[in-house]
């Protein structure tokens, strides 16, 4: 089991540019969770999805921001544009329905500047 | 609204010290309850978790917690910690229904361990 992968671990971009981050859920789990960490905020959950449906994407901050979950083992989040204040770094993770724990990819820690 | 609260922003413990994390939350219902570490530059590894039945947990790397429902806690300990378990220890709970699906999370505990 290689875990939740997420890449690219580290991203640097200039403001405006596109940013698209991936993720690649453990086999067999049907929920997955993207999160934002930064100091000032800690963890926030932007999206999550079930069975690639996309269930609650209250928490994502703007219109800028953009997930989708083709199939099964892959998800993406998207910025576009991007800004300064965007920099943090963003985590993926996936589990099974009720709770029963996530595990958590190694993030991807994004700049823009 | 759901939440959980860890009060202490930083703990400083002395190796081979005991150690207690503490974790306060407020539901509607029990949640379900977990303790993640992180470690720096790393994602979350979760330590244990409680459903229901025994409130005295134990998990991975010597963790234990103890749910308390007459005081709303989850808190975390160990009896005597290491220095590799310098990292930020996140309490986080769900409960089904409870709007996103997703784990709520608390803002951390930084720990640092003294020679």
């Known amino acids: 089991d290689a875990g939740v992968i997420q890449s690219p671990r580290h991203e640097v971009t200039e403001m405006g540019q596109e940013v698209t981050l991936r993720c690649k859920p453990i086999?067999?789990?049907?929920?997955l969770f993207w999160y934002r960490q930064t100091m000032m905020r800690g963890l926030e959950l932007l999206i999550y999805?079930?069975?690639?449906?996309?269930?609650?994407d209250s928490g994502m901050p703007e219109d800028r921001f953009s997930a989708k979950m083709p199939n099964a083992s892959f998800s993406t989040l998207k910025i576009q544009p991007s800004e300064p204040r965007d920099s943090a770094v963003y985590f993926c993770?996936?589990?099974?329905?009720?709770?029963?724990?996530?595990?958590f990819g190694s993030g991807t820690r994004l700049t823009v500047v | 609204a759901q939440s959980v609260t860890q009060p202490d922003i930083h703990i400083t413990v002395s190796e081979g010290a005991s150690l207690e994390l503490r974790c306060n939350y407020s539901?509607?219902?029990?949640?379900?309850l977990f303790w993640y570490v992180q470690s720096p530059g790393q994602g979350l590894q979760l330590l244990l978790k409680?459903?229901?039945?025994?409130?005295l947990v134990q998990g991975i790397k010597g963790f234990e917690a103890e749910f308390k429902r007459s005081q709303s806690s989850f808190n975390l300990r160990k009896p005597s910690v290491h220095w590799s378990d310098a990292a930020e220890y996140f309490c986080?709970?769900?409960?089904?229904?409870?709007?996103?699906?997703?784990?709520?999370f608390g803002k951390g505990t930084h720990l640092i361990i003294q020679p």
């Open positions: 086999s067999g789990h049907n929920s």
């Open positions: 539901y509607g219902a029990t949640p379900y």
């Open positions: 409680y459903f229901s039945g025994d409130t």
């Open positions: 999805f079930n069975n690639n449906v996309p269930i609650d």
């Open positions: 993770a996936s589990g099974r329905p009720g709770g029963s724990g996530y595990t």
């Open positions: 986080a709970g769900w409960t089904q229904g409870g709007g996103a699906d997703g784990l709520t």
